[in-house]
């Protein structure tokens, strides 16, 4: 495609209800490939979602639809990109679909039950006058009309378009069975309406079963897209009014009552309340909200009466982004999944012919075949080795059609994906891709930026150190009162530390800052100075030889020392750090259980970070590190341990480093630039969430690895059986539709997985 084409591309987006596997949307994605002027196709299986990049000069959205149609699967909606409906919509029209699909059901088993009835007393008590024609007028609409029609027109569209999806096999394995049963009037035979109508039946039980389990395991989506708020009462003109959450605009400001949720992202100017915030954080602990607080869409007020101006609406909220987070989670595909999509793309054709040559065999060497069945009689009770040879081949053909229908595996890797983000939704862990998930499990070395990921990346008064006959009271005054007057962050955290302690700063004149040294000022007619000890030397401060071991101590771990001064002599010292988180400690000997060598990357001075580093338990540090420095320093991490490193950050700088790193962790209180570059975001901002994350994603893996090998066996063990004429087309259909429930049930059992450590079990206080 040239350059012009290239950049009047667009992008259009279809739901495909009748899209429950990977099988499928492998299907659906070649047909789309296909088409000249189409470029990158998505699939997302949860949302039945198909995104396609085309050009709007060689394609129209109609073209798009046609395409997927012929290839066997229904298009309820399809939209340009930017006129496409949000997820809501999507969900209803995937609630229609489960109707309709219960409505197919019930169509085509009421006329098979009553099959059923005749059939049991016709085989085993007395013949039933007229029976035959009596059963093919009840399966014909099973077969042929309501019941099994969409399945047929399914199979036509696949055939016609070379493709070959899991209908064709259900069409193939009910046809030509009451096809063949019509033979009846004319000639002494078994019946194989029966079995048309009842395999039928059960492929559509099968998927009612499958939409319903499948909407089960993407509850997490239909969670989050109930719990934002509906309404916002908005002030406009001196009125409030009651407003629809979509007519929000930045800037709006909304009251907020007790109760309510709130109804976009903003920021609290009046009032005061406690929010729950367990939607965003997984934390059932309210969180007290005042002016100049940030509050999302979608908590719930607790108490306080609060007005919040609107600052993010619509698709930039934060529900909205986590809902895009876990849908493209959902959408994505793990590497082990090519073996599955290769297996499933041949698969149809293969079993098509499988069934031809069972059906060849058994009319040719169907005596020779008959010792098999004599052994089989033994122990399953529908196998009749006197049966004809026509019947035997008519048997096996069909009975390899319906086991051998590769739902189970197609559902092996999106159902786990489904039910592992959304856990990890629930508990605000976001994992981008299924990809991660992958790697994830095969990380050895987590990297950790100190600053805002250890630490708070907030000064704070650590620790007062006062000379001989100085009270603490009297040197916070001091201190504070000078500090008061300086915006530097240290300052800040000195006056901040001080009134904590119930010290409220005095008044300060004449002061004065003393270059990258300190600063100065009279309080109560005397001279404060507060600074380095280069500082009090030039003023020829007294007494500071007093304070010299005290002083080595603290900055030996890692503490920002100021010593403070009065009237010429050195009166005490205060320290400020940067203090570490309250669970960082604890998270860190959880990845030691993991068995991970934990490496700090920081550009702070090695002295800074060998102490933080202590603290918490940290293998190896790299100190001194500028912000693009950090990639090379993950490239030398992956040269020397493989392409096994995570990294874990919140700042921009760390953004380039994210993105080299084989897997990118956000801390979601971070920057939005550093969440856009990870492959997981913690929302919380917790670093124990690192921990849950990786045991959340071994566990899906060992999910998906799990169904890939079931379904795999299930169909590798199940043909050869089904071929050799021992299993029944009836039990098959049976087998197949509870192989892809197990599937199902299996990821379903993710949900039980325990994940820690969390917060409310750290033990290490930090030394604030």
Known sequence: MNQQSEQTRTRARLIVPGMGSDHCGGIVKTSLQRLPG??????????????????PGALTTSDLREAVEKAGYEVAQVASEEHADDAADAAEIEDAYVREAAKRLWIAAVPTTLIMLLMIPHMFWRPIPGYLPIIALLAFPVVFLYGGAATHRSTWRSLTNRTFNMDVLISMGSVPPYLIGLAGFFISMTSFIEM?????????????????????ASQAIRKLLTMGAKTARVERDGRELEVPVKALQPGDIMVVRPGDKVPTD????????????????????????????????????KEGWLRVKATKVGGDTFLSQVIRLVEQAQGSRVPIQELADRMTGRFVPVVLWVALGSFLVWMVAGDALRPVLEWGAGFLPWVDPTAGPLVLAILAAIAVLVIACPCALGLATPTALMVGSGIGAARGILIRSGEAIQTFKDVRVMVLDKTGTITRGEPKLTEIVTAEGVTEQA??????????ASEHPIARAIVDGATQRHVEPGDVTAFRSVGARGVSGKVDDGLVLIGNRTLLEEQSVSGLESLDHALDDLEARGRTAVLVAFNGRARGIVAVADTIKEESAT????????????????GDNERAARAVASEVGIDEVQAGVLPEGKVAAIRELQDKHGNHVAMVGDGINDAPALKQANVGIAIGAGADVAIEAADVTLVRGELTGVVQA???????????????????????AAIPIAAMGLLHPMIGVIAMTASSLSVIG???????????????????????
């Open 38 to 55: 189409v470029g990158e196709v998505t699939t997302n299986l949860a949302a039945h979602r198909v995104e396609v990049e085309y050009d």
């Open 196 to 216: 048309a109508a009842t395999i039928m039946t059960f492929h559509l039980l099968g998927r009612y079963l499958e939409t319903k389990a499948k909407g089960r």
């Open 266 to 301: 903003g920021a609290v100017i009046e009032g005061e309340s406690h929010l729950d915030e367990s939607i965003a954080t997984g934390e059932s602990v309210p969180v007290y909200k005042a002016p100049g607080d940030i509050v999302i869409g979608a908590t719930i007020n």
């Open 475 to 484: 040197l916070l005054f001091w201190a504070a009162t000078v500090e008061n």
């Open 587 to 602: 998270a860190i000997r959880g990845m030691h259980a993991l068995g991970l060598h934990v490496v700090m990357i920081t």
């Open 694 to 716: 990786m045991q959340l994603s071994k566990a899906t893996f060992r999910k998906i690895a799990q169904n890939l090998i079931w379904a795999s066996a299930y169909n590798v």
């Open 746 to 768: 299996n990821s379903l059992l993710l949900k039980r997985a325990r994940l820690g450590p969390s917060q409310t079990t750290a033990g290490v206080q930090s030394r604030a």
